[in-house]
């Protein structure tokens, strides 16, 4: 399984971003797929994922202001970030949990400036 994610950068406080994860296999899968994040010296953290039946759940620092969907035909999960904050850099990475099987993408990293 390989999850390719994109669409990190640098923005400023209050500007938005979109994350994509491609997955190599059909999203349906998949138990779930989500996306979490990490700063140096802290632990990876979730920050939203999806089950296969479509539920939803999203950290507290994030509810409201980003959005975790799916494009089932092209194997995609995406994560719409609104209204960045300074504490949401991070490297984000997606996630895909198969029964006791956990896959990983390649980091991108997420940048807001003020």
């Known amino acids: 399984v390989q999850l390719q994610a994109s669409g990190g950068g640098l923005v400023q406080a209050g500007e938005s971003l979109r994350l994509s994860c491609v997955a190599s296999e059909s999203v349906f899968s998949f138990n779930g797929m989500g996306w979490y994040r990490q700063v140096p010296g802290k632990q990876r953290e979730l920050v939203a994922l999806?089950?296969?039946?479509?539920?939803?759940n999203y950290a507290d620092s994030v509810k409201g202001r980003f959005t975790i969907s799916r494009d089932n035909a092209k194997n995609t999960v995406y994560l719409q970030m609104n209204s960045l904050k300074l504490e949401d850099t991070a490297v984000y990475y997606c996630n895909a949990r198969r029964f006791a099987l956990v896959y990983w993408g390649q980091g991108t990293q997420v940048t807001v400036s003020s």
């Open positions: 999806i089950t296969r039946g479509g539920d939803t």
